[in-house]
Each structure stands twice: as structure tokens, then as C-alpha cells.
């Protein structure tokens, strides 16, 4: 029970990776917010995680909204009495276009949830965890947060983005006990990948030298281990969990 004690927001929960990272959580004995804009998603997170002795509850948050993240903090101090760890995992994909062709609204959709969602959201935690003492913030970086891949204009620059943001937020608030990380996965088996078209989807294992894509509760297993207090030194930094992608 590494999280013991803990209360956890986890947006974009109510699936893939969020879902398999609440429930990992809460295994390690968080209380967990569970947060998405699929309220019938969250609401499957949620009995997931009571069913197995858990401790959560749904809320629904569109995190592209910066009222709409305080609103969620509000409710985790209200129902939990503080904040202690959050999840910046709520994302898309967006179309694939070349970067001219890029339909612009698009551009503005993927900006707005995968980039100034995780800055909402961390102006909305980092007073709630100074207020507990401490706390630790993990985002959803990509591995493509490091390289580009075609087509994918506004999830690369977003995803670069969170590294940035997650450098700046640490710089100013780890003396204040807030732990901040990015974390990069490669091609993980999720309702977003499947999304993808298929030819693309056949190209992607081969990129992996591990020979597979990966799974939603592996990145849980980095995300529980950088919420937990083992991870007590570690701020600042961006991980990548990526079978082997960027070693090449
Ligand atoms: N799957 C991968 O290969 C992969 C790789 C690297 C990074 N990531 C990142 O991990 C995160 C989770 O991805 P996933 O593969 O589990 O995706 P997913 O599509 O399975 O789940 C994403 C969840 O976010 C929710 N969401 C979307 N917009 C939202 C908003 N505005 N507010 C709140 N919730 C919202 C969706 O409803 C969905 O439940 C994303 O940030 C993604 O970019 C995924």
C-alpha cells in the first residue's frame, strides 16, 4: 500500500491509461477522484475500483476549462479534506494531416485539452498540494513529446509543450514540497491508439525494439511509483516508459 493516506485526481479516467492508472491508485490505497468528460466511462472506472475494496468517486471535468479544474480541486478538498497527487492524463489524438493542411480548429481543440488543460489543471492543484503540505503532480507527456511523427502537428507541439511546463512548475514549486514530472509512453494499447488507421497501426509495433506495443497498466506502474513517496528525490524530469522507441 504505497499511497496509503493519499487523495488522488486522475482526469481523462475514464479510460486507457487514466482508468488503468485510478485503479492502480487506488490498489495502492489512494482515494481517487476520478475525472473525465465521459461521465458513463468514469462512472465504469469508479465500480472498477469500489468493486475491489477501493475508495473513489466520479466528477465530471472538461479539463480545457480552467474553471472547470478548480471546480474538480474544490470537490476533492471538500469530499477527501486535501490533495495530494494528480494525474494530467486527459488527451486526444486529433486527425493526421501535413502540417499546412492541418484543419485549424483542430489545431485549437488539441492545444487546448493537451497542452493548456495540464496548465489549468496544475494552477489548480499546486495550491490545493501547498495547502496538504505536498503533493505530486505526474503529466502525459509522449514519447512524442521528444521526436515528431507525421501528421500529428498539434499532439507533437502540445506534447513538447508539457515538458516544458512540467520544467517551469517544478523550478518554482518543489521547494514548496510539490513534486512535478512528465511522462513519455510510446504506442500503448488504448481506445486511442485503435483509433488510428490501420496501416498505421501495422507500422507501429516495429518501431517498439521491445516488438509490441504497450500496455495502459505498465504506465500506471510509473505513474503509481512518481505519485508514491519512493519517489521522494525525483522532480523536474521527463520519463519516458517506451520499450526501447527513443533508444534508436
Ligand atoms: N495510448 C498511447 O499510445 C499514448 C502514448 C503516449 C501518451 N498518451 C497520452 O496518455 C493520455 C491518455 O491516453 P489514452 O491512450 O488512455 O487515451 P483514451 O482515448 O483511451 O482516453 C482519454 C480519456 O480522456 C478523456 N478526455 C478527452 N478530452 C477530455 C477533456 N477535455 N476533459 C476531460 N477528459 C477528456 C476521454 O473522454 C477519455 O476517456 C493522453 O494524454 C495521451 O495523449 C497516450
Not at 468514469?42 to 472547470?68: L, M, N, Y
Not at 495530494?84 to 492541418?102: K, S, T, W
Not at 511523427?149 to 514548496?176: C, P, W
Not at 507501429?204 to 506502474?221: F, M, N, Q, S, W
Request: glycine share 12%.
Amino acid at each position: 500500500m504505497d499511497l496509503e493516506k493519499k487523495t488522488a485526481i486522475v482526469t481523462g479516467a475514464g479510460s486507457g491509461i487514466g482508468r488503468a492508472t485510478a485503479v492502480r491508485l487506488a490498489k495502492g490505497g489512494a482515494r481517487v477522484v476520478v475525472s473525465d468528460v465521459n461521465e458513463e466511462g468514469g462512472k465504469q472506472t469508479v465500480e472498477e475500483i469500489t468493486e475491489a475494496g477501493g475508495e473513489a468517486f466520479f466528477f465530471r471535468a472538461d479539463t480545457s476549462k480552467p474553471e472547470e479544474n478548480e471546480a474538480l480541486v474544490r470537490e476533492a478538498e471538500a469530499r477527501y479534506g486535501a490533495l495530494h497527487v494528480a494525474v494530467n492524463n486527459a488527451g486526444i489524438a486529433g486527425p493526421m494531416e501535413p502540417l499546412v493542411d492541418y484543419p485549424l480548429e483542430d489545431w485549437d481543440r488539441v492545444i487546448a485539452i493537451n497542452l493548456s488543460g495540464v496548465y489549468y489543471g496544475m494552477r489548480a492543484q499546486i495550491p490545493a498540494m501547498k495547502r496538504a503540505g505536498g503533493g505530486s503532480i505526474i503529466n502525459l507527456s509522449s514519447i512524442l513529446g521528444q521526436v515528431a511523427f507525421h501528421g500529428l502537428t498539434a499532439y507533437v507541439a502540445a506534447k513538447h509543450g508539457v515538458v516544458g511546463l512540467t520544467r517551469i512548475a517544478a523550478l518554482e514549486y518543489s521547494a514548496d514540497g510539490v513534486r512535478i514530472n512528465a511522462i513519455g509512453p510510446a504506442f500503448i494499447r488504448t481506445p486511442m491508439v485503435d483509433a488510428l488507421p490501420e496501416d498505421i497501426k501495422r507500422g507501429l509495433i516495429e518501431k517498439h525494439p521491445i516488438g509490441r506495443l504497450g500496455e495502459a497498466k505498465e504506465v500506471a506502474e510509473l505513474i503509481a511509483f512518481l505519485a508514491s513517496d519512493r519517489a521522494s528525490f525525483i522532480t523536474g524530469t521527463y520519463y519516458a516508459i517506451d520499450g526501447g522507441y527513443l533508444a534508436q
